[in-house]
């Protein structure tokens, strides 16, 4: 076999030696052509991988035997990937920008709240495919622990679906139905943490030694103490410390790591163990046709002390390996990072330095979330400006996933230097946020409810639903016409800039039909205590059938919705692959950005206020564009101009590029027939 990636002559030394070893697992059960097929991204991913679990696991005596485990699982997954998920892995890593490209449009859902079970999503796929959607996160379905269950993320059984929802046959069905449509399946990897009615977690309370070593437990209180000098909690509200007394576990009682709830025990990464299961769970899950993984929770793998326990190295790690196990089993499959942290954090899932395509290929950008309901709230561009000139360069082979709202609480995640910068008070800006998004700020548009108030620190976050935080309940609810339009506005607004940003865009479901808060959480014991369950309103089907009347305020939200999605998927300019470059537009109430590719530009120019705003027409040169300009969202005709200003209406968005230029894509119409 030709070398075509150079190794260093101790990796291919211990490849060679992987081959002479292994080679008798895949002859035995596979077609020469595939046989060479593994052989051949085994030995492109192998430095990646060996590097990973040698600096993790390296100093064990049974190094070597674990890692020969671990190929046996590959060989056999491998040997297990149903034939169409191959064609797919094959089209993939033919155009690894796949996930980049302008129709990439996601939608992220309950499968209950949405349509009631499985067999109800299938059909609802028309409906996702009228939005224009490309990618379809259910939320997690796997059987939950009964009780609370953190809305699913408390799981008892990963291989099971609940049972109200359907089977994994369902599960199987709806992906391939998915794939046949153009749309890819994203499913939740809880990694974590189990539900403690896990049958790993009760072994383990049983006192077995081989489960106890799944988990982080202490017979007193040394340990958990010197840890919680430096750990956050994250539900300080309902589930303060990040530590659970379990009484008679292993005969005496143990202190478990539960950064969560008391009933999710995280599980313990320093053990190769967890590795293997975690593993063979991907393996399930992209076998059974999911083609992007959720990591939940990802930043809290693994644990040091004197830290806060987030984003430590070996997290990279950790993900590297899950990385380099996929290209070769199933490089079809991609990876999400569900990491809520500060941008110069989150840049290192995606990949920074050496571990460039070698970590995530998306990763939630959180900073970006909170800094536009920031904006929307000041009718400023300068805090998100700022920030965005700063916040790193994303490089090649990964995307931002671009959102207003999902299943969580809004974190004010703006970091404290840049708030300074701009002349604001980290803390009063916060409070300002809170008070603004719960409707106490006067004149405040928007009604939210607060999130896990912190008495201690007066920390708070935010939950609500798009159109309720975007102010449409208070002006639905007042009957008043021109609030009505301005939320309107404002929601087609955000979402004009989240479609615009590159990345992947993700519409959390009902945003879509501008769903307000669901306030009856309140009346269901297991939910009453989160009030998350605002922004997980169910799916209203009879406001669904207004979407094609522009008279009625879902029809215009959902018109104006898949234009902007349609306009989007026309252009190249929007590809994930190129460059952001904010630009202070010389007017405080317009966000100003452009994106570059080789073939042209697109200048994205946002007015945040409510009422008409001017820039000066120069501005499209600083931003690369020359002479005429066409606004892409009002069918391609030039902006309006006065006194060599451009003109743009209350809460509105224009993408402008070169009048000369030609970015359109015919309009898509063919579709995937195979998966
Ligand atoms: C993730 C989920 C969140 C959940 C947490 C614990 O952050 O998004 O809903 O509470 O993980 O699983
Ligand atoms: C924090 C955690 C995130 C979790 C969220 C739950 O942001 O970092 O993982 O989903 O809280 O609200």
Same mark, same amino acid.
């Given at each position: 076999?030709?070398?075509?990636?150079?190794?260093?002559p101790?990796?291919?030394?211990?490849?060679?030696?992987?081959?002479?070893?292994?080679?008798?697992?895949?002859?035995?059960?596979?077609?020469?052509?595939?046989?060479?097929?593994?052989?051949?991204?085994?030995?492109?991913?192998?430095?990646?991988?060996?590097?990973?679990?040698?600096?993790?696991?390296?100093?064990r005596?049974?190094?070597?035997?674990?890692?020969?485990?671990?190929f046996?699982?590959?060989v056999?997954?491998?040997?297990?990937?149903?034939?169409?998920?191959?064609?797919?892995?094959?089209?993939?890593?033919?155009?690894?920008r796949?996930?980049?490209?302008?129709?990439?449009?996601?939608?992220?859902?309950?499968?209950?709240?949405?349509?009631?079970?499985?067999?109800?999503?299938?059909?609802?796929?028309?409906?996702?495919?009228?939005?224009?959607?490309?990618?379809?996160?259910?939320?997690?379905?796997?059987?939950?622990?009964?009780?609370?269950?953190?809305?699913?993320?408390?799981?008892?059984?990963?291989?099971?679906?609940?049972?109200?929802?359907?089977t994994?046959?369902d599960?199987?069905?709806?992906?391939?139905d998915?794939?046949?449509?153009?749309?890819?399946?994203?499913?939740?990897?809880?990694?974590?943490?189990?539900?403690?009615?896990?049958?790993?977690?009760?072994?383990?309370?049983?006192?077995e030694?081989r489960?106890?070593?799944?988990?982080?437990?202490?017979?007193?209180?040394?340990?958990?103490?010197?840890?919680?000098?430096?750990?956050?909690?994250?539900?300080?509200?309902?589930?303060?410390?990040?530590f659970?007394?379990?009484?008679?576990?292993?005969?005496?009682?143990?202190?478990?790591?539960?950064?969560?709830h008391?009933?999710?025990?995280?599980?313990?990464?320093?053990?190769?163990?967890?590795?293997h299961?975690?593993?063979?769970l991907?393996?399930?899950?992209?076998?059974?046709?999911?083609?992007?993984?959720?990591?939940?929770?990802?930043?809290?793998?693994?644990?040091?002390?004197?830290?806060?326990c987030?984003?430590?190295?070996?997290v990279?790690?950790?993900?590297?390996?899950?990385?380099?196990?996929?290209r070769v089993?199933?490089p079809?499959?991609?990876?999400k990072?569900?990491?809520?942290?500060p941008p110069?954090?989150?840049?290192?899932?995606?990949?920074?330095?050496?571990?460039?395509?070698k970590?995530?290929?998306l990763?939630?950008?959180?900073?970006?979330?909170?800094?536009?309901?920031?904006?929307?709230?000041?009718?400023?561009?300068?805090l998100?400006?700022?920030?965005?000139?700063?916040?790193?360069q994303?490089?090649?082979?990964?995307?931002?996933?671009?959102?207003?709202?999902?299943?969580?609480?809004?974190?004010?995640?703006?970091?404290?230097?840049d708030?300074?910068?701009?002349?604001?008070?980290?803390?009063?800006?916060?409070?300002?946020?809170?008070?603004?998004?719960?409707?106490?700020?006067?004149?405040?548009?928007?009604?939210?409810?607060?999130?896990?108030?912190?008495?201690?620190?007066?920390?708070?976050?935010?939950?609500?639903?798009?159109?309720?935080?975007?102010?449409?309940?208070?002006?639905?609810?007042?009957?008043?016409?021109?609030?009505?339009?301005?939320a309107i506005?404002?929601?087609?607004?955000?979402?004009?800039?989240?479609?615009?940003?590159?990345?992947?865009p993700?519409?959390?479901?009902?945003? =879509?039909?501008?769903? &307000?808060?669901? @306030?009856?959480?309140? !009346?269901?014991?297991?939910?009453? #205590?989160?009030? *998350?369950? $605002?922004?997980?309103?169910?799916?209203?089907?009879?406001?669904?059938?207004?979407?094609?009347?522009?008279?009625?305020?879902?029809?215009?939200?959902f018109?104006?919705?898949?234009?902007?999605?349609?306009?989007?998927?026309?252009?190249?300019?929007?590809?994930?692959?190129g460059?952001?470059?904010?630009?202070?537009?010389g007017?405080?109430?317009?966000?100003?950005?452009?994106?570059?590719?080789?073939e042209?530009?697109?200048?994205?120019?946002?007015?945040?206020? =409510?009422?008409?705003? &001017?820039?000066? @027409?120069?501005?499209? !040169?600083?931003a690369?564009?020359? #002479?005429?300009? *066409?606004? $892409?969202?009002?069918?391609?005709?030039?902006?309006?101009?006065?006194?060599?200003?451009?003109?743009?209406?209350?809460?509105?968005?224009?993408?402008?590029?070169?009048?000369?230029?030609?970015?359109?894509?015919p309009?898509?119409?063919?579709?995937?027939?195979?998966?």
């Amino acid at each position: 076999m030709h070398n075509v990636f150079v190794m260093t002559p101790e990796v291919r030394a211990a490849f060679e030696n992987v081959r002479r070893v292994e080679s008798y697992r895949l002859e035995g059960w596979m077609n020469p052509r595939d046989v060479d097929v593994f052989w051949l991204r085994f030995e492109r991913y192998f430095d990646d991988l060996h590097y990973a679990l040698d600096t993790l696991y390296g100093d064990r005596a049974d190094t070597l035997e674990q890692f020969g485990r671990l190929f046996g699982r590959m060989v056999q997954a491998y040997a297990e990937r149903p034939d169409p998920l191959k064609v797919l892995d094959l089209e993939r890593q033919f155009t690894p920008r796949w996930f980049q490209r302008t129709h990439m449009v996601g939608y992220t859902c309950y499968t209950d709240q949405f349509a009631g079970d499985l067999e109800g999503v299938r059909d609802r796929i028309d409906y996702l495919q009228e939005l224009g959607v490309t990618y379809l996160h259910l939320m997690p379905l796997m059987q939950p622990r009964p009780g609370p269950d953190d809305g699913g993320y408390a799981m008892v059984d990963f291989r099971r679906v609940r049972p109200d929802l359907g089977t994994i046959e369902d599960l199987k069905r709806l992906a391939v139905d998915l794939s046949e449509r153009g749309i890819t399946l994203c499913l939740d990897l809880v990694l974590n943490h189990v539900a403690r009615e896990h049958h790993w977690a009760q072994r383990a309370l049983a006192g077995e030694e081989r489960y106890l070593g799944y988990f982080h437990t202490f017979s007193d209180r040394s340990l958990p103490d010197a840890y919680e000098q430096t750990l956050p909690e994250v539900f300080p509200d309902d589930a303060p410390g990040n530590f659970t007394w379990v009484p008679g576990m292993a005969g005496q009682g143990r202190w478990v790591w539960t950064t969560f709830h008391d009933y999710q025990w995280d599980l313990n990464y320093s053990n190769p163990e967890v590795v293997h299961e975690i593993v063979d769970l991907m393996f399930f899950y992209a076998n059974l046709g999911a083609g992007v993984l959720r990591l939940d929770a990802a930043p809290f793998l693994w644990k040091r002390l004197d830290t806060n326990c987030q984003n430590q190295p070996e997290v990279f790690l950790l993900i590297q390996a899950f990385r380099a196990i996929l290209r070769v089993v199933a490089p079809g499959v991609i990876l999400k990072a569900e990491a809520i942290v500060p941008p110069d954090a989150l840049i290192r899932y995606l990949g920074v330095k050496s571990t460039v395509e070698k970590q995530c290929e998306l990763a939630y950008d959180n900073q970006r979330m909170a800094l536009l309901w920031s904006s929307l709230a000041t009718r400023k561009a300068t805090l998100i400006t700022q920030a965005l000139h700063r916040a790193p360069q994303l490089l090649i082979g990964c995307a931002p996933v671009n959102y207003l709202r999902n299943h969580d609480d809004i974190g004010w995640a703006m970091t404290n230097e840049d708030l300074v910068a701009v002349g604001e008070t980290p803390d009063l800006h916060r409070h300002f946020l809170n008070d603004f998004y719960t409707g106490r700020f006067p004149g405040s548009f928007a009604r939210g409810a607060l999130f896990q108030e912190n008495p201690a620190t007066g920390d708070a976050r935010v939950t609500g639903t798009t159109a309720s935080l975007a102010g449409l309940e208070t002006a639905l609810e007042h009957g008043e016409e021109s609030a009505v339009d301005r939320a309107i506005r404002r929601i087609l607004l955000l979402h004009a800039l989240i479609l615009g940003a590159g990345g992947i865009p993700v519409i959390h479901m009902g945003d =879509e039909l501008g769903l &307000t808060n669901d @306030a009856t959480y309140s !009346r269901d014991p297991q939910r009453a #205590g989160d009030n *998350r369950w $605002l922004n997980r309103p169910r799916m209203d089907w009879q406001r669904a059938r207004l979407r094609h009347d522009e008279r009625s305020v879902p029809g215009r939200i959902f018109q104006g919705l898949t234009r902007l999605i349609e306009a989007r998927r026309r252009t190249s300019l929007f590809h994930g692959f190129g460059l952001f470059q904010p630009l202070w537009s010389g007017n405080d109430h317009v966000l100003g950005y452009a994106r570059k590719r080789p073939e042209g530009t697109v200048l994205v120019l946002a007015n945040l206020e =409510e009422h008409p705003q &001017t820039v000066e @027409a120069a501005l499209t !040169r600083h931003a690369g564009l020359s #002479g005429e300009t *066409r606004d $892409l969202l009002s069918g391609g005709a030039p902006p309006p101009q006065r006194h060599g200003r451009l003109q743009l209406d209350a809460l509105s968005c224009r993408w402008l590029v070169d009048g000369s230029a030609e970015p359109l894509y015919p309009v898509r119409t063919d579709r995937r027939t195979r998966p």
